[in-house]
């Protein structure tokens, strides 16, 4: 991945093949797992969750209900190697 992620330039920014936003309103997402898995297998990529994603391809926040479970499940997630 070239590219840094600059908090500054949120709003400038649309999702590509670096950057990829999910609501992750009611927990991970599942098609986190797809884009995660595409990263991995390319030049890397930053994942942003509680961000949307309007028609127009600009983001707006939605917010996080329980952050540190999420961490927590995702890092519990990546580490199972049943998955």
Do not use: C
Request: proline share 2%; net charge positive.
């Amino acid at each position: 991945m070239n590219k840094i992620f600059d908090l500054k330039n949120f709003y400038k920014y649309k999702e590509d093949n670096s950057f990829e936003v999910k609501k992750a309103e009611g927990g991970l997402p599942v098609t986190l797992w797809e884009t995660y898995s595409s990263f991995a297998n390319s030049n890397g990529g930053v994942i942003i969750l509680g961000v949307g994603e309007r028609q127009d391809g600009s983001w707006y926040t939605t917010g996080l209900k329980n952050p540190e479970k999420l961490k927590k499940n995702f890092w519990n997630t990546v580490h199972d190697t049943k998955k």
